[in-house]
């Protein structure tokens, strides 16, 4: 029979070992789960890795213009791992399909986050990028770079979400600010019915306002199987003199060139937001609409000395992608990551990360980009974009680099 | 408004033509085939890549596209369509609909990046200017091309053998299937024509579509709108059917949105089926009890 201070003693340890089972068993559960992030900080980093995650459009509709973002980037971080990596670790990216599919981009974060990363980065489209944050919100998972210019990412700011792409509100309303202030006339709107189009198409009006032109009509056309020869008819009556556009690539193209045909194009410019920076969109149109296109881009197009690095990188670590806007947005993506990185020091941490970001300011971090800032109140990186032309060859040009505006 | 018209019958002619393939096909061997619209994608695709790959000026390239197009209708005859090909033609109509699905699947694999493409036209530029209207090339060609297709199967089935056995099958598969006809024979020739009718419709609509692997997947309803109201036994039919869902889609966007446009077409394909259940210009088939 044990003494009475003995069963105490025994009584206490037990409890203590239960205690620290039962501390040891949640720990194990949010490690390996989605809110792993908050509680290990260091998750994903070794002392020879930095593991990345991204969730993108390898297939589906969008496969064919998605792909090159998540090229661009892996381009470009094999570059700089075949250099030595960032702090001597390799940045290694884990790219899952999500073929354009919220609960697919969901289940690749939930995925990618029970195998522990550092931080999830890149990818496309809007539809996987609000289903990516959602499903990050309250993790501390780091959200990098994403090509979608969605309001829900940073309005209201998100501590770990980041984003370079300026809003489409924004885009549009300094495209047609810049443009139509020089020389004011009547302006045609069409916006595709993207998430968050409803700020664009009131971006784009406040636009008009602004630069003392005259609305004559906003035009919506759907996200996908949009009747684009029939929009073009019925922008084509108004003769306008501006067609202020955020539409996607091949409708827009459609539509544009069923306005050359009928001698509809309107007087003075068509101006952009970026979906109309891409390469192909520029071969697939019309002689008579190219020498009227003014497009905002957030990087310099593929021809311009600037991109040469990471059209280098391309060729060497993905031959068979062509440098063209999402590749080069990719690979500008991965640019301010490994400079972020590298600011974060060698035992980086995720609140090292986006703490670096946000100690960006005016930085020229790419040589793809406008200087990139980031504070607390603001996690949307470019302040200024690229407006594009296309030269005889149809080749985009640099005129100017335009500073960022912000739709009232 | 001029201009929504003229759209409206531009479109509405390839709408008739993919609606004149589609009841081709249908009148012989009664498969409503979904995979249409894939395979003048699929016909728009090889024109595309023996005009850039095999350095072949567009039209031969295009008539080159045209034979593969229907080389590649004859195979998804023997392979998917001739299998196990006694069940009734519902099923079969199901199978054009994996067609469709793996078609598309296929093309955005092999168009990959870079999608749409540009690719000229193969007819030469007549456009013109009446009244201070620019009248667009396809919008004088498109109806030539629609009366050079309708006279062509015209002359087929009225003055050739095969055209007549064809005929015979439209009318009565199983008596003409008893009286020595070689149905399968005549359904995978069926299967070649309208396949190569389909990339007809592709290459002509590749101008102003683009190239890419959903370039007529939102044409597909409008163009069964058509040949319903049309009539799914009626070849003019389908054609003049799909001149009008043409025009009723152009003039309601014009006035309204696409919404309304997708409404207004609906409601007629309703209605006309309401007052005539086989369509303007189908034949209502009696059976003997």
Known sequence: MNAPGTSRWLGATALLLAGSLLVAGCSTTTSTGLGAGSGSAMAGVSQTEIRLGMSNALSGPVAAVCLPASEGAKAWLAKVNDEGGVHGRKVTVDVLDDGYEAPRAAANVRDLTHKGIFAMFGGCGTVSAAAISTALKGSGVPYLFPYAALPDLVEPVQPNVFSLLPLYRDQIFTAIDHLVTKAPGTVYTVTSQIPGYESTVSGAEAGVKSAGGTLLSSALLPATNAPAEQEAAKAGQHNVDYLAMTVLAPDAARMLNGMAKSHDLPAKAILSSAPLAAQSFAAALSPEAAQLLKTLSPTVPPSDPAAQECVDALRKHSPDTKPDALALFGCAGAQVLVAALQAAGDEPTRSKLTGALEEMHGAQVSSLLPTVSFNAEDHVGLDSMFLLTLDSAQQYTVEATVPLQTAP | ?289
């Open chain 2, 1 to 289: 408004m001029t201009s929504a018209i003229i759209t409206g019958i531009t479109v509405g002619l390839l709408y008739g033509l993919m609606g004149f393939a589609i009841v081709a096909l249908f009148k012989m061997t009664g498969v409503a085939n979904f995979a249409a619209g894939t395979t003048a994608t699929l016909g728009a695709t090889l024109a595309l890549k023996l005009s850039d790959q095999a350095n072949l000026n567009a039209l031969a390239a295009s008539a080159l596209a045209i034979l593969l197009t229907a080389g590649a209708g004859l195979m998804a005859y023997l392979l998917v369509m001739r299998v196990r090909d006694d069940v009734d033609h519902l099923s079969l109509t199901v199978r054009t609909v994996g067609l469709f699905l793996l078609g598309q699947a296929l093309l955005e694999i092999w168009l990959g990046q870079g999608q749409p493409f540009a690719f000229g036209s193969v007819l030469p530029d007549i456009s013109t200017t009446a009244a201070g209207l620019a009248i667009p090339s396809s919008t004088l060609w498109f109806p030539l091309v629609a009366v050079a297709v309708i006279g062509a199967f015209g002359l087929i089935f009225s003055h050739t053998r095969i055209g007549l056995l064809m005929r015979g099958l439209a009318a009565d598969a199983d008596t003409a299937g008893l009286l020595g006809a070689r149905t399968r024979l005549l359904a995978a020739v069926a299967w070649s024509l309208s396949s190569g009718l389909a990339a007809v419709v592709g290459i002509l609509a590749a101008p102003s579509r683009l190239i890419s692997s959903d370039m007529m997947t939102s044409w597909l309803l409008y163009v069964f709108a058509g040949v319903v109201i049309g009539g799914m036994t009626s070849l003019a039919g389908a054609v003049i059917g799909g001149v009008g869902v043409g025009l009723v889609q152009g003039v309601t966007y014009q006035l309204a949105s696409d919404e309304v446009a997708l409404l207004a077409v609906f409601a007629v394909f309703l209605l006309t089926l309401l007052v005539r259940p086989h369509g303007l210009f189908g034949a209502m088939v009696g059976e003997r009890l």
